[in-house]
């Protein structure tokens, strides 16, 4: 009973369902002939609406090429415009307003690529031909412009503006740039250390309110293709006025022959100037022509720097003819130090003008300063060659009477001193150019022109007739180089062995002169023992009163000779005639004193006066011993 009921169930749902779709199945068929019906209603209207539509849409498409071609037309009109009012202003100039009228150019050159750009344009060749005779005379005038405005603007730097430029210990005004007339300086160390601390201004070349217009003026000139003109009217401006400024501060061109036809006065004067102007005209002149040049010509670098190489070329070439000249004039002693002064200077600049003329255009303005250089240097190292070899052969013949220091000597020496106010310069020549230890090379030499000095000495010693005086010359000459080498810098370069060596020199002649002069009369002051009575023979030891006689009378007129002789020779320094003399009185007193002792009773036992063989007391021998070395005149002896 059960199943037959669920079934029955079952079926009436069944059958629910099976209606259902057959209704669903009837509404789909419906709609899906409604739905035909609309189709086919709608492409009937769609082919209605066509033409329509074509027609909205050229409509459309007119509005928008109406609007393009106004728009078009506007910015067309605009150039017209813009022309017009740019030739307006371009025919009145540029005088009036600079600003305006280069923007007028703008506007010009802007124009005439519109109408260049332009097909309708292209090929109408009265407007392009307008606008570019009107942009090329622009350009004209604008060139007139800078002509004109660079060289109203562009004057001589007169030489006390180049002065108020410098650091104080620099100027004319101030002591130390006094010094730069003789190649006298000392201590170049601490010159070099104030050098390096000092502030130099370039002077103002050109206004700076007028940089900027002619920058700008310059940029449409290079714009416009005549770049090579501006550069042209620039470099002949500039170029002109930095050799006027030089020539103002007394920079001349100057050759060998020239030179060499100078009195040394006025041409060591000219060196110390020539060294002040280089380092005016490289740390200001051409420090600032660099920076106008950077300013106005911003835009090519390569061509800035070969502008920049051509304003430069002939004051450069100017400015280091009188150094090439000087370093390839005949050499001579006195020369170096001035040749020292010109490579310390150039030294002291080298990294200046390498960048200043770093680039490629400037190439040989750098080469020639570093020539320069060289040449200095290597022409001092000849002459400290040639100084030694003059030093040895010299041959003057001026007499030295007295035995004194020699002229040469004092000359020798002074020059070595010299030689050390130099020493940081002469280290760096020796290091740049010879890749030796600068110490070392210095030592050298000093020692060979010492030696060669000495050599000379030997010689003019030979001139003297006197042994004695020879010996006294050569123990002065050889005390002054070792007293004035203890007292400089030399001597930690050349050390205390050698003070040592000359030292003991000094004393051998010294010891030489002492025999030469006095064995003789100590001869006669000399009593040989017999030979029965040694020590303890008879007092007078076999000499009679008349040899005794003789014997004093012997001593009194050698004595006299030698007083007169020497008291007119001359010992300069003090502890070494006080020294000479000592152990002259040493030797001579004590000889003296037993001579008389022994004697004297012998001889003038109670006489007086001119009678007495004992003409001087050793007190008085004393007094005139120390008359010897005094340089005395014969007349001055005898008052």
Excluded at 237 to 258: C, N
Excluded at 584 to 589: D, K, N
Aim: net charge neutral.
């Amino acid at each position: 009973m059960g199943a037959q009921k669920a079934m029955k169930v079952l079926s009436e749902r069944a059958a629910l369902v099976r209606e259902s779709l057959q209704k669903s199945q009837v509404v789909t068929e419906s709609m899906v002939s409604i739905l035909g019906s609309f189709d086919h209603r709608l492409s009937a209207l769609e082919t209605a609406m066509r033409p329509t539509q074509i027609r909205t849409h050229s409509i459309r498409r007119a509005h928008e090429n109406i609007d393009k071609t106004l728009k078009y037309a506007e910015s067309m009109l605009a150039q017209f415009d813009l022309t017009r009012k740019a030739e307006a202003k371009i025919l009145r100039g540029p005088h009036e307003d600079l600003e305006m009228y280069l923007e007028a150019i703008s506007q010009l050159r802007s124009a005439n690529r519109y109408f260049t750009g332009n097909k309708i344009f292209r090929s109408n060749e009265a407007i392009l031909t307008h606008t570019s005779n009107l942009l090329a005379k622009a350009i004209s005038k604008l060139e007139d412009e800078f002509r004109q405005l660079l060289t109203n603007y562009s004057k001589p730097v007169e030489p006390d503006r180049l002065f108020d430029c410098l650091p104080n210990s620099l100027r004319p005004s101030s002591a130390s740039s006094q010094q730069g007339d003789g190649g006298s300086k000392h201590n170049s160390d601490n010159h070099n250390k104030s050098l390096e601390a000092s502030i130099f201004i370039p002077p103002t070349l050109i206004p700076p309110r007028v940089l900027p217009l002619l920058h700008d003026l310059a940029q449409q000139m290079i714009m416009a293709g005549h770049q090579q003109q501006v550069y042209r009217i620039y470099r002949e401006t500039r170029a002109a006025v930095l050799e006027q400024s030089l020539r103002k501060l007394g920079v001349e061109r100057l050759s060998k022959d020239d030179v060499q036809k100078m009195q040394w006065e006025a041409l060591e004067a000219k060196i110390g100037n020539w060294i002040h102007y280089v380092r005016i005209a490289v740390k200001l002149l051409f420090t600032g022509e660099r920076k106008i040049c950077d300013q106005i010509f911003d835009s090519a670098d390569a061509l800035v720097d070969q502008c920049f190489a051509d304003v430069t070329s002939n004051s450069v070439s100017m400015l280091l003819s009188f150094g090439d000249a000087i370093a390839k004039s005949k050499r001579s002693p006195e020369k170096l130090f001035v040749l020292l002064d010109m490579f310390e200077i150039m030294r002291e600049l080298q990294s200046e003008i390498e960048t200043l003329f770093g680039s490629k255009a400037c190439i040989e303005m750098r080469d020639s300063a570093l020539s320069l250089t060289q040449r200095l240097a290597e022409t001092a190292q000849e002459t400290f060659v040639d100084f030694e070899e003059a030093v040895e052969k010299d041959a003057t013949k001026t007499a030295v009477l007295d035995g004194t220091v020699h002229p040469l000597t004092s000359y020798v020496i002074n020059y070595v001193k010299f030689l050390f106010d130099y020493k940081s310069t002469l280290k760096q020549l020796f290091q740049d150019f010879e890749a030796v230890d600068p110490d070392a090379q210095l030592a050298v030499i000093t020692t060979r022109i010492t030696q060669a000095l000495q050599t000379n000495l030997d010689g003019k010693s030979k001139q003297y007739k006197d042994p004695a005086l020879t010996q006294l010359f050569l123990m002065n000459n050889i005390h002054y180089i070792v007293r004035s080498v203890r007292r400089s810098e030399a001597k930690d370069l050349l050390g205390d062995d050698w003070v040592q060596i000359h030292r003991r020199i000094v004393q051998q002649h010294a010891n030489q002169y002492k025999r030469i002069s006095w064995a003789k009369i100590l001869q006669c002051l000399t009593v040989q023992a017999s030979g029965s009575g040694g020590a303890s023979a008879d007092a007078t030891c076999g000499l009679s009163k008349a040899m005794v006689k003789d014997r004093f009378k012997t001593f009194n007129i050698q004595f006299e000779e030698l007083h007169q002789r020497q008291s007119q020779w001359t010992v300069p320094d003090s502890e070494l005639r006080e020294s000479l003399r000592l152990a002259v009185a040493e030797v001579l007193l004590p000889a003296y004193r037993s001579f008389i002792k022994r004697f004297g009773p012998m001889v003038d036992n109670g006489k007086t006066g001119l009678q007495r063989s004992i003409k001087y007391t050793p007190e008085d021998l004393e007094r005139m011993l120390n008359e010897f070395f005094e340089g005395k005149t014969f007349s001055e002896q005898k008052r």
